[in-house]
Every structure is written in C-alpha cells, then in structure tokens.
C-alpha cells in the first residue's frame, strides 16, 4: 500500500471511527428520474448541513400561546434575535460539527443568519465515504442536466444529535412552477432580470423577491430554493408581514428531515409575525397536476399530499369556482400529510370531516395526518393580463395570491390603528371559520384524472377541498379587530 492511499485510508477510519447511522433512504428514485450512473468521484459537491436548534420545543410552545385568540399575549410576536435564541444551535452542536469538519479537511461555511446551516464543499469520493452514500448522475424530462442525488445517505454516529439534514441528498424535487396554470418561464418575465408589479393594490407596499441561480445549477432544486427563501427572510429586520408562493411538490420528492426542516422553518417565520401562503396544488388528491398524466395515478389506491402545503406552520390554499353556489374545483389540492401530525387547531375541525370519509378510503391517506388546505379562493377562468394580451387561466396559483392580498389588505388597516399584523394565520382562522363561505359541493379527482376517479368531496364544515370554506373580506376585517 503506498503511503498516500495509507493516509486517505487511515483518515476513513478516522472520519467514521463511530459508526455510521442511516439518516434517509428510499427503493428508488421518484417516477420519472432516471439514473445515469455514478458521479464522478472527483466531482465537488456543495451539501448543506441543518444543525439541531438549540429550543425548538420552546418556539413551538411560544408560538401556540402567542397565536391563539384570547391568550393574553396574542399577537405579540418575536423580535428577529428572539426568534433567534430560540433557533440558533448550541455552542456544543457548533464545536461538536467543526471538530468532524476539520478531522476530515474541509472547511464549513456559515450560511444563514441564524447559524442553523452550514455548507460543505467535498469531492464526491470523499461524500461517499463519510455518509455511506452512493451519489449519481439523474436525468428527468424537466432537467435540462443531470442532478446528483443519492438514494441512501447516514450521518457519522458523532454528529448524531447534532445535525437534522444533509442536503441535497434524497431529495428529488424540481423547481419549475409545476402549479401555474399559465405557461411561465422565470427568465422571460416581461423581459425583465428583476420582476416589477403589474398591479398593486393602492397603498400595500409589496416587495419581490427572486432566489436562486441558472436553471441548471443546484438552485433549480425547490428545497434549495425554499431554504434560500427562508434564509433570506431570516436575517431580514423588517420582514414582509405576507409572503404567498406557487411552487410546490409531492411529499414523497423531499427527505421528510428536509420537509421537517423547512416547515420548523416557517414556524420560525411565522412566530415574527409573518403569514405564509402556499397553493395547495393542482392535481386533487393526487399530487401537482402533472402528476395526473402518470399511468395508473387516476387509479391509484394512494392519495398524495403536496409540501410545503402540507407544512402545519404555512396556510395552504385551494380553489373554488362560481357564485351562488360557490363550488370548489376539481383541481383543488386537498388531502393529508404522510410526515406532519395534525396541528392542534384542527383537531376538531378534521375529526368532523373524517366521519364522512366512505369506508372503502381506508389505506389511501393517514387519518392522523395534518389535513389541508386551510382555506380556499376563487381559482378558475380568471383573466390575465400579460405583455398586453388577455386570457384566461386558473389553479390555486391564482388563489394563494388572491387571499394574500386579502391578508395584506386587513394588515394595512391594522398597521393603522396601531395594532400587530395578523401573522400565523390558521390558529385564527380556524376559530373564526364562521366568518368564511362554507363550500359544500365539490369533488377533487384532480386537473386531468376524470371526475369518476375517487377523490374527497365537500361537506358542510372543514373538507380536503376548500378547507373551512371561501373569505368573506368584511367579516375577516371586523373579526380582526376584535382582539
């Protein structure tokens, strides 16, 4: 054995001395990638690390109490080093990770304001070695390159305790607008590299914000792309008090510590007093409404939620149609989480839902699982406006801006008589779901399986379509005001 393959060989043993821990894994690769073999060994791979918070359990407590109508610290929402304190890693998970980091010859780098993530640059040797993965090279119809991605990867038994993610890993998600009914590449909007308003609401400052490379680099990743969203946020003094997106994907694309990750996240965001929207997905209960041309989705026996949607710290919106009767679509995303427990202030809402559900559904969902959306907006044959040209579209990318306008709308009457912004929403909502429409009709089969295909249907209270129903502006507004 020559000297230098003794060396790399002994810092191996070094490097996992401990044992290796299987972190995430799966069978195989979501429908629709492809494995063009290995990766390069010397390769370099950029992986984020998402160290353990030093008091989750605390901000989740905090955030319960201060979002709750009727506790005597509703509305009091953290400052930015509140929500930090909270957050930021233990001086021991920060020594613990650098200690393995330099044992190994690499050098992390901080990137976030609140020192929760961190990033590694390694050859893909060196990645395989340390976290008993086998990187390669996926292609997928979307990708203009190749992704590199591992099926299984575990964590040295030292940093175990002391790190939540490594990312991308398992993680197949893409970051095209799957949701948007409107054909839309980000590059080509109004020509332009910064997006600008092309209607604001008078008086409600909105601020744009565009994250993440060419579409070939790792930022064409929704992971990537919704942690750079969330760090940005972060180390914001004067956040935006709403924040709506249209992107989303199946849960089963994402590590579930990824999706645990970002969802704690928002949490984070929304105990500053910040309401986060997601679309709830165009393909009914199967997933984003591509996911319905796959063969044999429409006869599935298995529903699949959408994430961030399924997040219980974001408000997840679907879409209905019409007036008198105000139905939802058949497009409306609406199901249960396979990774997030239901949230607390939907227990009983839920309950009541499930004892409508055919006795034949039994195995296509977790009953247990958080259930959405939370509410639901007008989202079909909606014109738009683009480049001077006029047509008509719809999805529940159209709804989660429509209700966030809403959100800012009661804001801007808030900020104005002195009081705090609305913030974590769905505790409110949900105590207040009298104030909403209740849609009643409505089948959620998806955009393109037929309307035969099983599917939720609305009911009278909360349901998998429309959640606690359709806003009524004035009566949200005047609810508002009451506490």
Excluded at 152 to 166: A, C, K, N, R
Excluded at 204 to 231: K, Q, R
Excluded at 401 to 415: C, M, T, Y
Aim: charged letters at 15%; glycine letters at 10%; one cysteine or more.
């Amino acid at each position: 054995m020559t000297f230098n393959k003794l060396a790399n060989f002994l810092t191996l043993i070094s490097a996992v001395s401990g044992g290796l821990v299987l972190h995430e894994s799966r069978s195989a690769a979501p429908a629709g990638f492809i494995s063009q073999g290995t990766a390069p060994v010397t390769d370099l791979l950029t992986l984020r690390f998402g160290l353990t918070p030093n008091n989750l359990s605390g901000l989740q407590e905090k955030l319960v109490s201060i979002s709750t109508p009727g506790n005597s610290d509703f509305r009091q929402w953290l400052s930015k080093d509140e929500v930090k304190s909270f957050v930021q890693p233990s001086n021991e998970t920060v020594a613990v990770f650098n200690s393995f980091a330099a044992a190994n010859g690499l050098k992390p780098t901080v990137i976030s304001p609140n020192g929760d993530w961190l990033s590694l640059t390694l050859a893909v040797s060196q990645a395989n070695q340390l976290f008993g993965a086998q990187f390669e090279k996926f292609s997928h119809a979307s990708l203009t390159e190749p992704i590199t991605r591992t099926l299984t990867i575990s964590l040295p038994s030292e940093l175990i305790g002391h790190v939540d993610v490594i990312h991308p890993s398992t993680s197949f998600t893409g970051r095209n607008p799957g949701f948007a009914r409107v054909p839309f590449h980000p590059h080509s909007f109004e020509k332009r590299t910064e997006p600008v308003a092309s209607c604001l609401a008078t008086g409600v400052p909105i601020d744009f914000l565009s994250v993440g490379g060419p579409p070939n680099s790792n930022a064409s990743d929704l992971a990537t792309a919704l942690l750079d969203t969330n760090t940005f946020i972060d180390g914001v003094d004067h956040p935006p008090s709403v924040v709506t997106t249209s992107y989303g994907s199946t849960e089963n694309q994402f590590e579930s510590s990824v999706a645990k990750k970002i969802c704690d996240n928002y949490m984070a965001l929304g105990a500053r007093g910040i309401s986060i929207l997601f679309a709830s997905g165009d393909g009914g209960v199967r997933g984003g409404h591509d996911n319905s041309s796959i063969p044999g989705v429409c006869e599935s026996n298995v529903f699949i939620p959408i994430f961030p949607a399924s997040c219980p710290y974001v408000t997840a919106i679907g879409a209905t149609q019409g007036f008198n009767p105000e139905v939802a679509t058949n497009l409306t995303g609406g199901g249960f989480s396979d990774v997030f427990q239901r949230p607390w202030y939907q227990t009983q809402a839920v309950d009541s839902f499930l004892k409508t559900i055919p006795p034949n559904f039994a195995g296509k969902f977790n009953k247990s699982g958080r259930g959405y959306p939370d509410v639901a907006v007008q989202g079909l044959s909606l014109d738009v406006v683009f480049e001077g040209k006029t047509s008509t579209n719809g999805g529940t990318s159209f709804s989660s801006p429509i209700f966030a306008s809403i959100v800012a709308l009661i804001n801007d009457r808030l900020l104005a008589a002195g009081k705090p912004v609305l913030g974590f929403l769905n505790p409110w909502l949900y105590a207040n779901a009298k104030r909403f429409t209740d849609i009643t009709e409505g089948h959620n089969s998806g955009f393109e399986c037929p309307t035969s295909s099983a599917a939720f249907d609305a009911t009278k209270g909360w349901d998998a379509l429309t959640g606690i129903g359709s806003p009524v502006f004035d009566k949200l507004l005047a609810s508002a005001f009451e506490y």
